[in-house]
């Protein structure tokens, strides 16, 4: 049996009689740069997350530059980042000239740990940034106490986590600027990149209308700095239909997560991903870990399982502060021990709403084969 770690092929099919028209009708209006398609999807996305603004943009990673330029960050400021998280989320930072200070994450959540953030303030610090990681949201009350003490800037990251909601309120609202993004891969994705930016700060709002099409509300008539990060026409209108669809989809995926638990639950050698008690989890990934034998022992697993068809992924194998193009801020191995030991253990299983019932059982019997053999 084959079981991808992603197919976007199936659900393709599944929904093309709506997709084709919808591409067909830009085609036929060449609204190909933002324009309706596009508009209408940030009024309904942002319905969805129950946040009052929305913009489309051109990938996630430039919804995280925007997210921090908005709110001002710039060169000499300090920015809060999780060391586990992929490297977009930090990019946002440095795309400002401002310098990522990396916080560890939480055993249970995976997601930046509120007690380990005060030790990494300083007097540069402008902002800190919560990404929900693996569609699981952080822990946003404590966080926000932090931010409140320190008087700074909150940030989602909301690239993994569509929908996800945190004490029963959507993410994307609960900060000061949020960012998504709609890579294909993610749990609502473009037939291309895109990504948007969402805010309930009405002036914060007004800016990132003008920093996204070049500093200009009026064509050519630029009154602040800017840049080209405008939503294509094509993937406005594919997100709109596929927006339909993501309650759907992500009851789907959540089915899939209960399913692998329902199965690898009791295994003494699998730590499943725990779901908080604050947190509507909407699973983009599955990461589980081996509970010994590290990066090697994980490293043989992903083969075995390759071996009978399954593919597997890792988020991520090596955390922020041990990458290469970081090594002048000064980390070493060892300073982020609860994000160094995810990245050695940690393997994301195959997740998306189409698996079936009989494929997860598959790659749960394989993982249990190997453990048992
Ligand atoms: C995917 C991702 C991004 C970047 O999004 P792109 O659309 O690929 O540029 C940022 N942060 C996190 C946590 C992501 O998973």
Redesign the pocket.
């Known amino acids: 049996m084959q079981v991808p770690f992603l197919d976007l092929k199936v659900q393709y099919q599944s929904i093309k009689n709506e997709i084709n028209p919808a591409i067909q009708s830009i085609l036929d209006n060449t609204s190909f740069v933002l324009g309706k398609a596009v508009a209408d999807f940030e009024s309904d996305f942002a319905k969805a997350h129950n946040v009052k603004h929305c913009f489309g943009v051109s990938?996630?990673?430039?919804g995280?530059h925007l997210a921090s330029w908005v709110l001002g960050i710039g060169f000499g400021d300090e920015v809060i980042v999780p060391a586990n998280?992929?490297i977009?989320?930090a990019w946002g930072a440095t795309l400002c000239g401002a310098k990522p200070v990396f916080v560890d994450c939480e055993k249970d959540s995976y997601n930046l740990d509120p007690q380990k953030i005060p030790e990494a303030i300083t007097s540069k610090t402008k902002a800190i940034v919560a990404?929900h990681?693996y569609g699981q949201p952080a822990d946003i009350d404590n966080i926000s106490e932090v931010v409140k003490k320190n008087n700074l800037f909150l940030i989602e990251?909301c690239?993994?986590a569509h929908i996800a909601e945190y004490k029963g309120k959507k993410v994307g609202g609960l900060s000061n600027t949020a960012c998504f993004?709609?890579?294909p891969g993610?749990n609502l994705g473009a037939y291309g990149?895109?990504?948007a930016v969402t805010t309930n700060d009405d002036s914060a709002a007004e800016k990132l209308k003008v920093l996204r099409d070049h500093g200009a509300l009026k064509k050519y008539h630029h009154d602040s700095l800017g840049h080209n990060y405008r939503m294509e026409g094509i993937q406005g209108a594919v997100l709109g239909v596929k927006l339909r669809y993501l309650n759907k989809w992500t009851d789907a995926r959540r089915r899939v997560a209960s399913k692998y638990r329902e199965i690898l639950g009791n295994h003494e050698q699998i730590i499943l991903p725990k779901e908080m008690p604050y947190a509507k989890h909407v699973y983009h990934l599955f990461v589980i870990q081996i509970a010994k034998g590290g990066s090697e022992k994980r490293d043989k697993l992903a083969s075995f399982l390759n071996e009978n068809g399954i593919s597997t992924g890792l988020h991520y194998p090596i955390p922020l502060h041990l990458q290469k193009c970081f090594s002048d801020l000064g980390y070493k191995k060892g300073d982020f021990p609860v994000s160094e030991r995810l990245a050695d253990n940690g393997l994301s299983l195959p997740m998306y709403p189409e698996l079936s019932d009989i494929q997860i059982e598959y790659v749960c019997e394989k993982i249990k084969h190997f453990f048992d053999k």
């Open positions: 990938s996630g990673t430039d995280n998280t992929f977009a989320t990404v990681l990251d690239a993994q993004s709609f890579y993610k990149e895109g990504g």
